[in-house]
């Protein structure tokens, strides 16, 4: 759609009209995530923690946070429900590479700047900085939020103090709970659009979590093998679990396999109830937006 010379495409549009009613919204958890290009949309019954619709949008014309606003504005402008004021709950998670994760016990809310100043260019006067608790490990995610994002979201939940959270609560948090609990070390992958996450958990204890820009296919490879070299994990032995942006029986999967024999998809996230209708996408897909809903 185009507006005002503004961009977006919805990619994904599933929604259960047999229990959505805009009349429940005071009962529904809704769930935004939002990407230098993209943006997700998730509505979760905070009874029954039941789906009722999950969008994916793109947009391809934006270059800067004013694009991203802009587009915002004419998108939330013409969608049926996003304007509205009485859900049960309203979280944003935000993707940004700004980011650093810090132990509980290590943790100072004073001193959010610092932990990022270290392996970010920071803009004080474009950014404000957040956190939020990843709670089955007791880590704190510290994340630079920009301020044009911000009062966006300030001026249309003005009645709601709605949560904000870094996109690796929703992957951790996501994957934690749809995985068995294994005691083993395991390395699970997200793929996104343009960014590879890794993330080791053993006996329920996230070990590492990092994002990485990927330009070319052999970037993959690349981090992969470098993080597994730095924790000692050896790929052929433990495996690898695979979400996200990526389909079977793709080439990329099939490239994949050439390098990481022991490599296979993760499952549903099995802490949401979803009607029959969600089965047109994939079960490893949008693990990291349906985990926004565990992030507090």
């Known amino acids: 759609m185009q507006t005002g010379g503004k961009k977006y495409k919805l990619l994904h549009r599933v929604k259960d009209t047999r229990y959505f009613n805009i009349d429940n919204l005071h009962h529904y958890s809704l769930s935004l995530q939002l990407g230098s290009n993209d943006f997700q949309i998730c509505v979760i019954d905070s009874r029954n923690s039941t789906c009722l619709l999950l969008e994916d949008y793109i947009f391809p014309g934006a270059s800067s946070p004013e694009d991203r606003v802009a587009i915002l504005k004419y998108l939330f402008d013409e969608h049926h429900f996003l304007m509205a004021n009485f859900w049960n709950a309203v979280k944003v998670s935000i993707k ?22 270290y392996n970010a260019d920071l803009d004080t006067s474009l950014e404000t900085y957040r956190y939020n608790v990843i709670t089955f490990n007791e880590i704190i995610t510290v994340f630079a939020f920009e301020k044009r994002v911000q009062e966006f979201f300030d001026s249309i939940y003005q009645n709601i103090k709605y949560q904000v959270s870094h996109q690796s609560c929703g992957i951790i948090s996501g994957i934690f709970n749809s995985e068995n609990k294994t005691r ?14 890794i993330s080791l958990i053993e ?11 990927i330009k070319e296919f052999s970037d993959y490879i690349k981090f992969i093998n470098l993080v597994a070299k730095e924790l000692n994990y050896d790929i052929g032995i433990n495996g690898v679990i695979l979400w996200g942006y990526i389909r079977k029986n793709s080439s990329h999967l099939k490239e994949l396999q050439k390098y990481f024999k ?3 998809f993760g499952g549903s996230a099995s802490f949401l109830k979803r009607g029959f209708m969600f089965d047109e996408i994939p079960e490893h897909h949008f693990i990291d937006v349906y985990g926004i809903y565990l992030c507090q």
Request: charged share 30%; glycine share 4%; proline share 2%.
């Open 96 to 117: 940004t590479s700004k980011f650093s994760l810090v132990p509980k016990g290590a943790f100072d809310e004073s001193a959010l700047f610092d932990y990022l100043k």
């Open 184 to 197: 083993n070390k395991k390395m699970y992958l997200y793929v996104d659009r343009g960014r590879l996450h």
């Open 203 to 213: 006996d329920q204890r996230l070990l590492y979590y990092n994002q990485f820009l």
């Open 262 to 264: 022991n490599i296979k």
